[in-house]
C-alpha cells in the first residue's frame, strides 16, 4: 500500500492550496480515502473523508465549509481543495486509507505527509 501526499507550502491567511494523494497497490476503488492533519504539540485530527465510489463525503467540524474532497478513480488520484486557509490549518497532512465508510477516521495506511504552513 502506497500513499503519497503533495502539494503543500506556505500560503497567507486566507489563501487556498490544493493537496494531491497519489494511492497505489491496493484495489483503489474499494476503500474510502481521507486526510488527516498533525500540528505540533497537537492531537492528530481527522480532515476529511471520501466513500469509494465518490458519492460520499466528511468533514471535520474545523474545516467544513472551507475545504472539498473528491477523487478520480480512473487515475487513483484523491484531491483536497483547501480554501480560506488560517494560521489554524497549519500542520503536516497526510491521506490515508479508512478501513470502512461507517469507521469514521480509523486509517489502517498512509504515507509521508505534506506540509502546510499558513502565515504572512
Known amino acids: 500500500v502506497q500513499l503519497q501526499a503533495s502539494g503543500g507550502g506556505l500560503v497567507p491567511p486566507g489563501g487556498s492550496l490544493r493537496l494531491s494523494c497519489a494511492a497505489s497497490?491496493?484495489?483503489?476503488?474499494?476503500?474510502?480515502i481521507g486526510w488527516f492533519r498533525q500540528a505540533p504539540g497537537k492531537q492528530r485530527e481527522g480532515v476529511s473523508c471520501i466513500s469509494s465510489s465518490g458519492n460520499d463525503t466528511y468533514y471535520g467540524d474545523s474545516v467544513r465549509g472551507r475545504f472539498s474532497i473528491s477523487r478520480d478513480n480512473a487515475k487513483n488520484m484523491v484531491y483536497l481543495q483547501m480554501n480560506s486557509l488560517e494560521p489554524e490549518d497549519t500542520a503536516v497532512y497526510y491521506c490515508?486509507?479508512?478501513?470502512?465508510?461507517?469507521?469514521?477516521?480509523?486509517?489502517?495506511?498512509w504515507g509521508q505527509g505534506t506540509q502546510v504552513t499558513v502565515s504572512s
Open positions: 490515508a486509507r479508512q478501513k470502512e465508510w461507517r469507521h469514521m477516521f480509523l486509517f489502517d495506511s
Open positions: 497497490g491496493f484495489p483503489f476503488d474499494d476503500y474510502p
